[in-house]
């Protein structure tokens, strides 16, 4: 006998059905300003999720699976918003969301393990950093406390580095007796790698107590928040989806992802109050998909997508982008949206603007291995 | 790493090697000899125990489904126009796995009779899918070669499938069973053919719906003006092909040859309700892209499915595959930047006996690096899991729901989530909240045991010649039988191994 609940359970509880790997890791400092990065795994398709439907190369590429212009949101003369998008529309209608197309990192192959590797450690090919460019970016915070805080079962490459960062997810276990949790504090105090992480996650259930945390995106939403919104508590904070990988059926898919993380989002948005003014969140992805649909009703590893800046303090309401065109002989490769933005330049600015710090200082630090590239400024208040 | 017990060759045998020690005698073997311990596992391995027999048939669950799906069609079909459904307010079926099938403006609404045929369907495979993980479980617990079982288990992530819809959740169990463990002890280009054909590699990486452009059925297709039916090449499994289960990234192949190999492979497909074998393989030759194929530099010339087996074939044999798997198997046990010298020397026994892999497996064995007598990798849920089992002589899974265990501690059996499979170093699993976990977890474990286990002697029969003084110290004192058994599963010796 198969108990819909312990289904529900086994399959991550993801009730609103897009795949959030519940990874949110927080990292704590002495500000007032929050930045929460949102990682989009398996190469989301920007083409469907800003929809070029001006260039009349997009309906003629992408044939059945092209996004009505007319169910879309208009959001200026060249670009349209995914249907499925209704409290990013609304967010981008007050001015606070703004869209950066055309954009890639410096990888220009298609594994999504490189690519994500690329993304996330900030190098210009994949293994050639060891740590993450968010890590690098929680140490250039003036700090409230020597152990950063984190929330998530595992810490994603962007997080990982020399600066501790803890990790959260809502458990459904009973709790250990206090004799175990001491104990085992004792036996951990002498290793450094289980020291700190367990230190970190007896910070981090503090924080959590109350929250009733689920996994679904309104309540993963709700809870970065609650974390986001403590005195003295994360300034930072990462969150992981997956389920992007839509080489067939992708019409069904890509919506009910898009309206998982749109959930998402608003509920973040409500949850930080009057502290969205001082927050900004920053989704993209490792790479986009081919501009042509595929045989299979979705679309096949790419090169430039989409990245989504929201919040309090962005200057949205616009679609940001030197955009290359789909007409022959414009695509890269033949087959992809070409790059015009770099996606490295883009995070670096966001990152500096939205914390108050230097951007190109955060430039530096955070993609040197990338050459340091020119930050995308002017996209906060 | 605080400095602690070298670990005894026989503590590397049962724990690095194996599953994890036992209470019972089996252990004894490993104590008296270690290397001989390990190699006479190879004729000992039962490839179909008990409770991997006993599994249902999933061919025939994969049939159902097919034929409900078509049922379904037609009866949508068949149905007067009814009120508009939108995706936005239809309830979603229950789960990400359902995801592909949500219902799009425009259709028509199922009935309440096709809905709870839908949803008794997907229970019955989410049923098929904990049988299979509590298999798995049983069978890693009752093995007399726990070193095989754990090689069975690494090229299963190695040529992994994610159960993220319902075909592949139905299939991944069947996948183990016929596809990897019939070659844990054969060579490594018969296990590659049998994955890359089984239906669930298949559906997983959507090699059923690639057609070539100009095969006989897209021309037929488009001489019809079937314009809209969405047909043509999907390069998936041709690239994870290549990627993750033969050469391995960057080592020197194209996007183009990519490409030729996603045609060679058209035609490639899992068997529909009229074919010889409904859930099976099949190769429909109306689907086959016609020509000769270029890739990596080499001209294909066969006709049909023999074209995609003879790259496969290629693909298996050459150089950048061996340093790829020797790679992969090296840092499993010697750890998680794999020692060079180890890497070559693996690479060389798999090329010298065109990837024998009982060879390989002793080339391991007789190498110094695995058996540096301190630990070298962290355990992965399933494997701290399993030897978390394994340490408190439970040797039936019975009542143990393993597939909700692993999915709390964070690795899914069969879900990672990507064709990557499961990352395979510590810092993907010793995390903050995976270790809370961990403690909350074998606080349940240990609960109901601890009147019949002392752990005092428990742990050093499972950590022989490997426990710690901190260790032994902190069980002594705990304040009660429980609190000793769980501070043993998740003590610095018992997290790694």
Redesign the interface.
């Known amino acids: 006998m ?1 108990h ?1 609940r ?7 509880g ?2 609103g ?3 959030v ?1 519940p990874g949110m890791v927080l990292a704590a400092a002495e500000t007032e300003r929050r930045f929460v990065f949102v990682i989009q ?2 190469a989301a398709d920007g083409l469907n999720i800003v929809v070029p439907y001006a260039d009349p190369g997009y309906a003629r590429l992408r ?3 092209a996004i009505d212009p007319a169910a879309a949101t208009r959001l200026d003369g060249t670009f349209a918003l995914h249907p ?1 998008l209704k409290e990013t529309a609304a967010m981008y209608a007050r001015g606070q969301a703004l869209f950066v197309h055309a954009v890639a990192s410096p990888y220009r ?6 690519g994500q590797n690329v993304l996330e450690t900030g190098g210009s090919q ?1 293994y050639q950093a060891r740590d993450g460019w968010l890590n690098r970016l929680v140490a250039m915070l003036p700090r409230a406390s020597d152990a950063a805080i ?6 994603p490459p962007a997080l ?1 580095g020399p600066v501790q960062v ?4 809502p ?7 206090d ?3 001491t ?2 504090g ?3 105090a ?5 020291q700190a ?2 230190s ?2 007896l910070d ?2 503090k924080l959590a107590q109350g929250s009733g945390a689920r996994q679904d995106p309104a309540s993963l939403g709700k809870l970065t928040a609650t974390f986001l919104t403590k005195p003295h508590g994360p300034r930072i904070a990462m969150l992981e989806t ?2 992007w990988d839509t ?3 992708q ?3 890509l ?3 898009l ?1 998982g993380l749109d959930t998402l989002l608003a509920a973040l948005r409500d949850g930080m109050g009057p502290a969205w003014a001082q927050t900004t969140v920053l989704v993209a992805t490792e790479f986009g998909r081919t501009a042509a ?6 679309t ?2 790419g090169t430039a997508s989409v990245a989504w800046v929201l919040g309090g303090g962005v200057k949205g309401g616009r679609v940001v982008a030197d955009w290359p065109g789909l007409g022959n002989g414009q695509l890269y ?1 033949g087959r992809d949206l070409a790059p015009t933005s770099q996606l490295d330049a883009l995070l670096a600015g966001v990152a500096a603007e939205s914390l108050a710090l230097d951007p190109a200082q955060v430039a530096r630090r955070l993609f040197p291995l990338a050459g340091a590239p020119r930050p995308m400024t002017g996209l906060l208040v | 790493m605080v400095s602690e017990q070298p670990l005894s060759p026989a503590a590397i045998a049962l724990n690095r090697f194996g599953l994890g020690a036992t209470p019972d005698t089996a252990s004894a073997a490993a104590l008296a000899d270690p290397h001989g311990w390990l190699i006479a596992q190879f004729d000992h391995f039962d490839v179909t125990p008990p409770a991997w027999a006993a599994l249902a048939d999933a061919r025939a669950l994969l049939s159902a489904y097919q034929e409900q799906q078509r049922a379904l069609r037609q009866a949508r079909a068949a149905a007067p126009p009814p009120a508009p459904v939108t995706a936005a307010t239809t309830p979603l079926p229950a789960g990400p796995v359902m995801a592909a099938t949500v219902p799009m403006a425009g259709k028509p609404a199922r009935t309440p009779e096709q809905k709870q045929a839908r949803r008794d369907l997907g229970e019955d495979i989410h049923a098929l899918y904990r049988q299979g993980v509590q298999a798995r479980a049983q069978s890693a617990l009752e093995t007399q070669a726990p070193f095989v079982e754990r090689l069975v288990h690494f090229w299963s992530n190695h040529f992994c499938v994610s159960v993220d819809n319902l075909p592949v959740t139905a299939l991944a169990a069947s996948f183990e069973r016929d596809a990897i463990r019939p070659h844990v002890l054969g060579r490594f280009e018969e296990m590659l053919l049998a994955v890359e054909r089984h239906p669930a590699m298949l559906l997983y990486l959507n090699q059923n719906q690639s057609i070539g452009p100009n095969s006989p059925a897209a021309l037929r297709a488009r001489a019809k003006g079937g314009a809209d039916r969405q047909r043509g090449l999907n390069e998936n499994l041709a690239r994870e092909i290549m990627e993750l289960h033969t050469l391995g990234v960057r080592s020197g192949y194209s996007q183009a040859d990519v490409t030729e190999f996603a045609r060679a492979l058209t035609g490639w497909t899992v068997g529909g309700i009229n074919d010889d074998a409904p859930g099976d393989f099949a190769f429909h030759p109306q689907q086959h892209e016609p020509g000769t194929r270029t890739i990596v530099g080499k001209t294909y010339a066969q006709s049909g499915v023999d074209q995609a087996r003879a790259v496969l074939v290629d693909l298996a044999h050459a150089p950048a595959t061996a340093s790829h798997v020797a790679t992969k198997l090296a840092r499993h046990f010697a750890g998680d930047v794999p020692p060079q010298a180890l890497v070559d020397r693996l690479a060389d026994a798999f090329a010298r006996s065109r990837g024998d892999l009982p060879t390989v497996y002793r080339a391991l064995v007789a190498s110094p690096e695995p058996w540096e007598p301190r630990s070298l990798k962290a355990k992965t849920p399933w494997e701290w899991t399993i030897s978390s089992l394994r340490a408190l002589g439970v040797g039936d899974v019975g009542t143990l729901q393993v597939a909700t265990i692993t999915q709390q501690l964070g690795q899914p059996v069969w879900k990672p989530g990507s064709p990557a499979g499961w990352d395979d170093t510590a810092a993907s699993w010793i995390a903050p909240d995976a270790l809370m976990r961990r403690v909350e977890f074998a606080q349940r474990l240990a609960a109901p045991r601890a009147a019949q286990i002392d752990a005092r002697q428990r742990a050093p029969q499972v950590l022989p010649g490997a426990l710690s003084a901190a260790t032994a110290e902190q069980i002594a004192h705990a304040e009660s039988p429980a609190s000793a058994l769980a501070l043993m599963l998740v003590s610095p010796d018992f997290l790694r191994r």
């Open positions: 198969l819909r312990s289904f529900l359970h086994l399959a991550g993801a009730a059905s897009l795949l790997a795994r398996g044939g059945a699976l499925a192959d298609r594994s999504h393990f490189d994949p984190a929330i998530a079962p595992t810490v990982r803890t990790s959260y997810a458990s459904g276990l009973p709790g250990p007796t004799d175990l949790m104990r085992v004792a036996l951990y002498p290793d450094r790698q289980l992480a367990w970190a996650a981090t259930r997956e389920g080489h067939s059926g019409d069904g898919r919506a009910t992802q309206r649909a595929n045989g299979t009703g979705g096949d590893h490769e």
